[in-house]
């Protein structure tokens, strides 16, 4: 019998491709920086924004000082245009989505979150309509680790939520194949 149901937050509950976007080439068009430069100076900070070990405004300030580009008003706009995208995310019409969640507190299951996410996106999630209807959330900035990194992160929530496979379903992008296979032998 299902007890609880864990979902990943981007694509799954929530859509970052609603509305605005902006990411690397948007930010490297505003600031005047080459698009290549710019994304390989930006992806050597992405792991440590990811676990939590910079904010999105030390990302981009140690970004732009590797690209001889810094100033305060760079760093700046970063942060703004990137908490203006994310608004737009979590401001689309996330209506189905809190239908299911209340329909899945009505039966009686509890739900999980896990998400890799950076600390602008961590506060855009805590603030969203969805957040009240999550009982455990995951969040990869505050865990310290990521998909990316650490297969173990995907049996945080069920093992914050006290259940076990197969008790747990795993939306289907919330779970690499390995534990879909597992969720589905067992």
Avoid at 25 to 30: K, L, R, S
Avoid at 67 to 77: F, K, N
Wanted: hydrophobic content about 40%; proline content about 4%; overall charge negative.
């Amino acid at each position: 019998m299902i007890k609880a149901v864990i979902f990943d937050m981007f694509e799954t509950l929530a859509s970052l491709f609603e509305g605005q976007t902006y990411f690397s080439e948007d930010i490297a068009f505003d600031l005047g920086l080459p698009h290549d430069a710019f994304r390989s100076a930006w992806h050597l900070t992405e792991e440590d924004r990811t676990i939590g070990k910079c904010t999105i405004r030390e990302a981009a300030a140690l970004t732009l000082k590797r690209l001889g580009a810094y100033s305060d008003e760079s760093v700046s706009l970063i942060e703004r245009k990137r908490r203006e995208n994310l608004s737009d995310t979590f401001g689309a019409d996330l209506s189905e989505s809190v239908a299911m969640l209340k329909k899945l507190k009505e039966h009686g299951l509890k739900t999980g979150l896990i998400s890799n996410c950076y600390s602008d996106e961590r506060d855009m999630i805590k603030k969203s309509v969805l957040y009240p209807y999550i009982d455990v959330p995951v969040l990869s900035f505050e865990c310290g680790t990521s998909a990316n990194r650490m297969r173990g992160f995907f049996c945080f929530a069920p093992r914050r939520l006290a259940f076990c496979p197969p008790s747990v379903c795993m939306s289907e992008t919330a779970a690499p194949e390995s534990c879909l296979l597992q969720k589905r032998a067992a």
